[in-house]
């Protein structure tokens, strides 16, 4: 029997619309997942429906995370027609990089919103037995951002340490309940993100970037096969940890 196989395993993912989410639906859906996606730009989630594996199911959920009041019940209507869920990624995030004093209560507020609490908040329903198979694995995405420290990412590093330091506890909470909980730390990742950043920077500053990842920078696929390592039951005996998958970015 493959252990790194999702095979019978229904995994939820937000922020399924690009970059690492878009690559993670598509390699669980290879490894055998079925899926419920959530993303707020329907055309695009129907983009990463089309580039599923054939042979695999899949449920989306056009909402914003942050704002959608009847999200449970949005997940309770695809479980029902799905299945019990073995697997959640938190894959949706937002990033800005400005100098401290452009930073704002608001600003704060909106990355968090976005980065650690809708996460949470989705953890929190899919740990409930009506929801959750006998045992399930959360990933959450967070960033060597939230481990070292970047210039002009005070926001955007304290809502990925959170992350880091919230899935700590919830797995320490949730471990009675079957659940294992993991967060996974990339560096630079070639998505439509960081193709943004690398305009605003220019050629110079992007050429630094690239230098600082030993192994060059990552592609979405090698945070999405992390996920599935997490996800699968290769991985049963790891819980409360962050796997660092950043090219050698950190090890400076």
């Not at 995994?11 to 996606?37: H, P």
């Not at 953890?123 to 990933?139: C, D, G, H, P, T």
């Not at 294992?180 to 998505?191: E, G, H, K, L």
Request: aromatic letters at 6%; hydrophobic letters at 40%.
């Amino acid at each position: 029997m493959n252990q790194f196989s999702l095979k019978d395993k229904i995994i939820l993912i937000t922020g399924a619309s690009s970059g690492i989410g878009r690559s993670c639906s598509v390699e669980c859906s290879k490894s055998g997942a079925d899926l419920i996606l959530i993303a707020r730009n329907e055309e695009e989630l129907q983009k990463t429906v089309s580039l599923l594996a054939p042979d695999s199911k899949a449920e989306t959920i056009i909402a914003d995370i942050t704002r959608a009041e009847n999200l449970e019940e949005l997940i309770a209507e695809k479980v029902s027609v799905l299945g019990k869920i073995s697997g959640f990624i938190h894959c949706a995030g937002i990033e800005k990089t400005l100098p401290l004093k452009k930073h704002t209560p608001q600003l704060y507020a909106d990355i968090f919103a976005v980065n650690a609490i809708s996460g949470f908040e989705i953890a929190k329903n899919l740990s409930l037995k009506k929801y959750k198979s006998e045992v399930a694995s959360f990933v959450f995405i967070s960033s060597v951002a939230g481990m070292v420290g970047e210039i002009g990412k005070s926001a955007y590093s304290a809502s990925k340490g959170a992350v880091i330091a919230g899935a700590r506890s919830m797995a320490m909470e949730l471990s009675r309940s079957g659940i294992r909980v993991n967060s996974i730390s990339p560096a630079m990742v070639n998505t439509p993100i960081l193709e943004k950043m690398f305009e605003n920077v220019g050629e110079e500053a992007a050429e630094e970037i690239i230098k600082k990842h030993p192994l060059g920078i990552g592609q979405p696929e090698d945070v999405a096969n992390a996920c599935i390592f997490l996800l699968s039951d290769a991985s049963k005996w790891i819980t409360g940890s962050n796997l660092v998958v950043d090219g050698g970015y950190s090890a400076h």
